[in-house]
């Protein structure tokens, strides 16, 4: 009746099950954790496609690690890193390396402020699904959303866009030439982010579909 009763007002079901199902992963979750959402397992198998052999890639937010740990899962070649502000998002996304058994760097930090600097100009792909809410679009939230899951997770300033405005510019940085830079955004994200990627100086910005062909996806190759 407990569970009933969290239900009823709002939690997550996940929250109360403690798992959430991503790609071929079942993954411990818990409030301080965004739930893992099925168009973001289109942004993670993208990665994956990208990803040359033996390539390093850098999941920016990783949250409780569902693109992360999918992408050592599904290339154990690669070397993945997850970085993520939050504590409490950072313990489960530990926890879940730790029961899967899955070889992935974590580092708690600010964007990239964290990793390892040799890797500057070195990595083949950023992934990141960033919080891309506008504070314009908080009503609209369900309440599963707005009331349960973590606020870092959701919103972002600048009509949604600051953080992920952030992870592009900075990504310039520690990308190989020819490495790509892929992001889940807001519908109604896709003209502004293609226009941005192009005045940053990414080339062939893309704008992919989720699987219910919504542009959810945003993907662009730099030229160093
Ligand atoms: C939309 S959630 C995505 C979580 C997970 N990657 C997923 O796809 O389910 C965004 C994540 O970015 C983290 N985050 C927000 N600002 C950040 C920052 N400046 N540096 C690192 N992580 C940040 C949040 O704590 C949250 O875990």
Redesign the pocket.
């Known amino acids: 009746m407990d569970l009933v009763r969290r239900r009823a007002a709002g939690a997550p079901l996940q929250y109360l099950t403690g798992l959430a199902g991503f790609r071929y992963l079942e993954l411990q979750i818990g409030p301080g ?2 739930v ?2 099925p168009e ?1 397992e289109s942004l993670a198998g993208r990665a994956i496609e990208v990803l040359p052999p033996r390539g390093t890639v850098i ?6 690690g ?2 992360a740990l999918s992408i050592a899962h599904e290339r154990p070649d690669a070397r993945v890193i997850g ?4 504590e409490q ?1 950072m313990q489960w996304a530990r926890k879940n390396r730790g029961q899967l058994g899955l070889d992935v760097e974590l580092i708690l ?3 990239f402020e964290g990793v390892p600097n040799p890797l500057r100009g070195r990595v083949d792909v950023v992934v990141s ?3 891309y809410v506008s504070e314009s679009e908080r009503d609209a939230l369900p309440v599963e959303v707005a009331d349960h899951e ?1 606020e ?3 919103f972002s300033a600048r009509d949604g866009l600051e ?1 992920f405005e952030r992870i592009a510019v900075s990504a310039k940085g520690w990308l190989r030439d020819g490495g790509v830079l892929l992001s889940e955004i807001g519908d109604r994200q896709a003209g502004v982010v293609a226009r941005l990627l192009t005045h940053l100086g990414y080339t062939s910005p893309a704008i992919r579909e989720d699987l219910v062909g919504r542009p959810r996806i945003a993907e662009a190759r730099w030229r160093g």
């Not at 999941?59 to 409780?64: E, P, R």
């Not at 970085?83 to 939050?86: A, K, Q, V």
């Open positions: 954790a965004l893992p959402r973001t999941d920016v937010g990783t949250g409780a569902p693109i970085t993520e502000i939050s998002a930090c600010d964007l699904n960033p919080p973590p870092i997770a959701l953080i």
